[in-house]
Antibody
């Protein structure tokens, strides 16, 4: 069974840092792209970042570029999001999502499994 | 960046009736080399993560009821629920994956009238 479990959320002051983790199980983690998507309270979904299967290619939404860093440890089956210089508007539930990658979308859909999310609250 | 818009913001439909949600992208998400529209639809129920329903604009994900269908091409897309069931109450999002700056629409809330 595919499982994605996020952790690391919590309360942080503006300007602070936080590192989120997403522990993956039930599939071959090293062959999938992974994403972070966030959702502010009562608001819609916002894509944050993507990393390819070997970790060498990453993309970021403009709103977090230069402040957030996505990474992965394929030996530990874990995805990370290092968040620096946090702002009030970064307050959200952060989801990790699995993606078979563009070469495999002909077989399986993108963003096919999601975790339950971890809440990040930026407040003074 | 490709901007996604949806209409309406919300709608209320009687049980068994049709619900129609529209999605528009700021530029075409049709890739000419493979004639595929890089457009997906997601359902999010309260307190749950999103669930993908449809990709390639009209391909239903395995296990998704056939009352859900997607159509459209280029910049204009539609999600149709042919006969609304109580369990379909949710927010529905479109998303483009044409660009690796993946973007979601703002969502459409579907309720029972």
């Amino acid at each position: 069974e595919v499982q994605l479990v996020e952790s690391g959320g919590g309360l942080v002051q503006p300007g602070g840092s936080l590192r989120l983790s997403c522990a993956a199980s039930g599939f071959t983690f090293s062959t999938y792209w992974m994403h972070w998507v966030r959702q502010a309270p009562g608001k819609g979904l916002v894509w944050v970042s993507r990393i390819n299967s070997d970790g060498r290619d990453t993309t970021y939404a403009d709103s977090v570029k230069g402040r957030f860093t996505i990474s992965r440890d394929n030996a530990k089956n874990t995805l990370y999001l290092q968040m620096n210089s946090l702002r009030l508007e970064d307050t959200a539930v952060y989801y990790c999502a699995r993606d078979p990658g563009s070469n495999n979308w002909y077989v399986d859909p993108p963003f096919d499994y999601w975790g339950q999310g971890t809440l990040v609250t930026v407040s003074s | 960046d490709i901007v996604m818009t949806q209409s309406p913001d919300s709608l209320a439909v009687s049980l068994g009736e049709r619900a129609t949600i529209n999605c528009k992208s700021s530029q075409s998400v049709l890739y000419s080399s493979n004639n595929k529209n890089y457009l997906a639809w997601y359902q999010q129920k309260p307190g749950q993560p999103p669930k993908i329903l449809i990709y390639w604009a009209s391909t239903r994900v395995s296990g998704v009821p056939d009352r859900f269908s997607g159509s459209g091409s280029g910049t204009d897309f539609t999600l149709t629920i042919s006969s609304l069931q109580a369990e379909d109450v949710a927010v529905y999002y479109c998303q483009q994956y044409y660009s690796t700056l993946f973007t979601f629409g703002p969502g459409t809330k579907v309720d029972i009238k």
